[in-house]
């Protein structure tokens, strides 16, 4: 059973930064992609960043340059750090996990919960 849990997610005023957080527990982690999508209110969910197991990376446009998306094998552990934050970056963000899909388009496997990421002007 795969289970993925999210932390790191607060409020912050526009040009601080957040790190995000996502433990894995039940898979053999460094084989799979994995990546943080986002999904506001009234809005659909989208990709932020993925990482593959060979470490090839890929970011939305309008975060490249501010976030930083990584993955600790030892650790089971993926992280986005995510600087100069846009009230426009205010969502929930999720982590997400797959054996075989690779991209930014939600169709992974496993997701977690969630944590909110409030940006405020």
């Known amino acids: 059973q795969v289970q993925l849990v999210e932390s790191g997610g607060g409020s912050v005023q526009a040009g601080g930064s957040l790190r995000l957080s996502c433990a894995e527990f039940g898979y053999t982690y460094s084989s799979y992609c994995m990546g943080w999508f986002r999904q506001a209110p009234g809005k659909e969910r989208e990709g932020v960043g993925v990482i593959g197991g060979d470490g090839f990376i890929s970011y939305a446009d309008s975060v490249k340059g501010r976030f930083t998306i990584s993955r600790d094998n030892a650790k089971n552990t993926l992280h986005l750090q995510m600087n100069s934050l846009k009230p426009e970056d205010t969502a929930m963000y999720y982590c997400?996990?797959?054996?075989?899909?690779?991209?930014?388009?939600?169709?992974?496997?496993?997701w977690g919960q969630g944590t909110q990421v409030t940006v405020s002007s």
């Open positions: 997400a996990a797959d054996r075989i899909q690779w991209g930014l388009l939600p169709y992974y496997t496993y």
